[in-house]
């Protein structure tokens, strides 16, 4: 028995850190959406097997316990207080990772999503979110995907209306940003709220990707010291960008265009450069069966 679930990554079109609670946990302010560039991850419930087998087409990826997706397994067979069953998971990567686009988050969410159809546990989505949230704070969001905002650690989650026909480039640079230091960063920078997210959150109300473009902020692209992240934008924006911002903690930065040729365009132009370049689209949904 097996399902194979895509599993979308995210934007942050608006990202604020709060502050920080006594855990350790930050609190943010964020709008979040899901884009069409997808992995793929296979879970098969396996009779003659014991415990969690996890196989990635990415080698840089532990395959291991500290995998978001053996976590989804232990933390669902925990909610339904049941022993691991023999669990096989297959995941193409085509997200980059550690690039802040919630690749490890997605993969989680399919997990979950798929499990929970296998097993015929019957949860609902909120059911579920709550075992994600265990997992990761970016789980949730990729278990419902569309346009949310995120209050709290990010699983405080507000539907918004869907985003406006866009076309969207994504480029990931081959520098790494390591979450656990923006986020000391992050710290040592304070809290003072510099920005809002009411302008993205209008556009998307109103439908205009231009008030969208306007809003985009992430308070990391201050305090994370990366030259190049500031040098794609203005690129982006060079080749006909409405606007562009670096997605999570980066390294991925995106640029929004109102025009599909110009966005393609722009793709082709970054490609001599770099590795990974994606032309991509706002997306409704989160995690769904392939």
Request: proline letters at 4%; aromatic letters at 6%; glycine letters at 8%.
């Amino acid at each position: 028995m097996k399902r194979t679930v895509l599993a979308p990554a995210k934007l942050n079109l608006f990202l604020d850190i709060t502050g920080q609670r006594s855990d350790g946990y930050h609190l943010v302010n964020m709008v979040m959406q899901a884009v069409s560039l997808y992995d793929e991850v296979t879970v098969s419930v396996e009779e003659d097997m014991e415990g969690i087998r996890i196989e990635c087409s990415d080698s840089d990826i532990p395959c291991d316990e500290s995998n978001t997706a053996y976590k989804a397994v232990k933390a669902f067979f925990d909610a339904i207080q049941q022993p691991v069953s023999g669990v096989w998971i297959r995941i193409k990567k085509r997200i980059p990772s550690q690039a802040g686009l919630a690749g490890g988050s997605t993969d989680a969410a399919a997990v979950l999503y798929a499990l929970n159809d296998m097993l015929s546990a019957e949860m609902t989505m909120a059911e579920l979110a709550d075992i994600a949230e265990k997992i990761g704070a970016d789980v949730p969001f990729c278990l419902y995907g569309g346009t949310m905002t995120a209050e709290g650690i990010g699983t405080i989650l507000s539907p918004l209306p869907d985003m406006p026909e866009s076309y969207i480039v994504i480029v990931k640079p081959e520098v790494k940003v390591s979450t656990a230091e923006a986020y000391r960063l992050s710290d040592a920078a304070g809290y003072a709220r510099l920005r809002n997210p009411d302008k993205v959150i209008s556009g998307i109300c109103n439908g205009s990707l231009e008030d969208i473009a306007r809003g985009l902020y992430n308070k990391f692209e201050a305090i994370v010291p990366v030259p190049e992240i500031q040098d794609i934008k203005a690129r982006l924006r060079t080749e006909g960008a409405l606007n562009a911002c670096m997605t999570g903690s980066g390294s991925a930065v995106f640029g929004l265009f109102d025009d599909r040729h110009t966005a393609e365009l722009c793709a082709a132009h970054l490609e001599e450069q770099y590795e990974q370049v994606f032309v991509v689209s706002p997306l409704t949904e989160g995690v769904s069966f392939h």
